[in-house]
């Protein structure tokens, strides 16, 4: 196999060849050869190499997102179609070992097909090289897909959530009655006490009221998840 | 925070240790007190990391085990009661600041709290130490809870999958015919054409007849499921 192209590609030359053959041998080519391993191992361990290269520098690419907004982003680079383009402009699609039946079937422009084996390229990326190898190589391949910013709003409001579960769940609204306060005056912290249709209270304690109630919306919905 | 108990049970001295004080702080708290960012964005990336560092040694110490038997592993050892578990050996319980009403709650007891905070501890050693350090750390932590074997046998029999399938969908079987043979003697492949219910063929090719019957029903599979 000639992949002197496809290693330019990925800047990267492997100093063991047999590891990137390993991720471009489909299953239903190890099956008709003897002796041929498949991709399946190294796709489980590049899924986990792309999966923290991804988390990491959108880490640092957007230092102000929430969690929420993280995952969003990591799940629009990562996803199947994503990955398959990506297969395809690394022309992947061509260099991938196939079984007779697969080929037939098409299997070699299919985007689950070609998304495994562009993992299974970062696995052996990373097992020749090391992480800051394969880093490199992710972060070269998605330089152009990172939105400008981390634009969807995330909506952390637990007072809405748990409105829609208590209806859902009693056909009634809780309560929200401000408890008290206590501190000094410039560092006045408020309580709120949140009261759900079946009796059940929780305290929320904030720098503001409005904080108070989404802190004690939070136990309560904690509270019904864990029912 | 007084954490140098905490530092020698993760064999690491933080350069930056206010790393490891966001790590250690849950949103409850930061809500309650202006200017501390909760821990949820290092939980995210210590999630990753996590599951790399695990995916790696996984692949590395079972070196036949499938790709289904190591995720199995791998969901065994990261799941949340587990790491949990590990967040009270390390006494993150009581090192982790919380709110007031998640403080009332129980929250320090809760699992779901406690193992995003491991999570976070790695993605705090991650960001001061890097990927080896990260690795070192979670495989020191892990090392006793690896099974001896990759006991459970991954069953990839597409066959009985494919019956139950089209039991479901035509309340009919598949029928198998031996199409053909080719190649030389000592090296032979079997042809064997999978039928559905439906009609549609499909042709499986493998070094022996069973297979190439795997294959087919294989293939019979992966397009009833992208139907």
Redesign the interface.
């Known amino acids: 196999m000639d992949t002197a192209e496809l290693q330019d590609c990925i800047h990267h030359r492997f100093a063991q060849v047999k590891f990137l053959e390993n991720a471009l041998t489909h299953?239903?080519f190890a099956?008709?050869?003897?002796g041929n391993d498949d991709n399946?191992?190294l796709?489980?361990?590049g899924?986990?190499?792309l999966?923290?290269c991804i988390?990491?520098e959108g880490?640092r690419r957007y230092p102000t997102?929430?969690?929420g907004q993280?995952?969003r982003i990591r799940s629009q680079l990562v996803k199947e179609q994503s990955l398959a383009a990506i297969a395809r402009d690394l022309k992947l699609d061509k260099y991938i070992r196939l079984?007779?039946?697969?080929e037939?079937?098409g299997g070699r422009d299919?985007d689950a097909l070609l998304a495994d084996a562009f993992e299974a390229l970062l696995g052996a990326v990373?097992l020749d090289g090391g992480?800051?190898v394969a880093r490199r190589t992710v972060l070269a391949i998605f330089e152009d897909q990172w939105p400008a910013r981390a634009v969807i709003p995330e909506t952390k409001d637990y007072k809405s959530r748990l409105q829609e579960v208590a209806q859902e769940l009693f056909r009634d609204r809780p309560v929200y009655v401000l408890a008290g306060t206590s501190g000094p005056e410039h560092e006045k912290?408020f309580e709120v006490d949140v009261t759900l249709p079946g009796g059940e209270k929780?305290?929320?304690?904030?720098?503001s009221v409005k904080?108070a109630e989404?802190?004690?919306a939070?136990?309560a919905l904690?509270?019904l998840e864990e029912e």
């Open positions: 299953s239903s099956n008709e050869q003897d399946e191992r796709e489980f361990l899924d986990a190499v999966e923290l988390s990491e880490f997102a929430q969690e993280l995952t079984g007779r039946g697969e037939l079937q299919r990373f992480f800051d912290l929780f305290r929320g304690v904030g720098t904080r989404q802190e004690g939070h136990l904690q509270f």
